[in-house]
Each structure stands twice: as C-alpha cells, then as structure tokens.
C-alpha cells in the first residue's frame, strides 16, 4: 500500500491547464494541483530540487506566477520524451 506523504491533497485537473516553466522558457501541462505543489508534464527531464518560476494561465485569461521545487521527476514508459514532475510551491517570502 502507498502511503500519501502530502499535506495537501491534490485535485485532477479534467481539462488541460497549460503553462510555462518561465527560468526554461518550457511548456508545462499540469496533470493535478493542490495548496502546496502540484504535477506537471513536460517534454524535458527537471532535475530534483531544482527550483523554478512557473507561470499558469487561468480560465478567465488571468496569469499567476509560482516558484516551485521539483521534488521527483520520472521519464512516463507509455509516451516517448514526456516526464512526470511534482513541484513543490515555495513561499516566496521564505529565504532559500
């Protein structure tokens, strides 16, 4: 049985909320998101603990930028190039 460490439990995203790892200029789509991460597929590996800026685009056209840690990262066996992320959210107050 998996044990789920998260404090905040994650929402499926039914349709597609798209974005951009804005330090690597990266399409992101996120797959599930909570108060405190969420889980974004890319064409590209992000290496763990690594941190970056993302920016989402909402329903209603408004922009939110986070910064955000990779806490895992895995190539998915079922499409070629596409990696699974899960992002951490960092409070941008907080000294890293």
Do not use: W, Y
């Amino acid at each position: 049985m998996t044990v789920d460490r998260r404090q905040n439990p994650r929402v499926a995203i039914l349709g597609k909320l798209h974005g951009r790892a804005v330090t690597l200029d990266v399409s992101v789509v996120v797959t599930e998101i909570s108060l405190g991460g969420m889980g974004i597929q890319t064409n590209i590996p992000f290496p763990v603990d690594a941190v970056h800026t993302f920016q989402l685009t909402l329903g209603d056209n408004s922009v939110v930028h986070l910064k955000g840690r990779v806490k895992h990262c895995q190539k998915l066996a079922d499409e070629p190039e596409r990696f699974h992320s899960g992002i951490q959210f960092l409070d941008e107050k907080a000294d890293d």
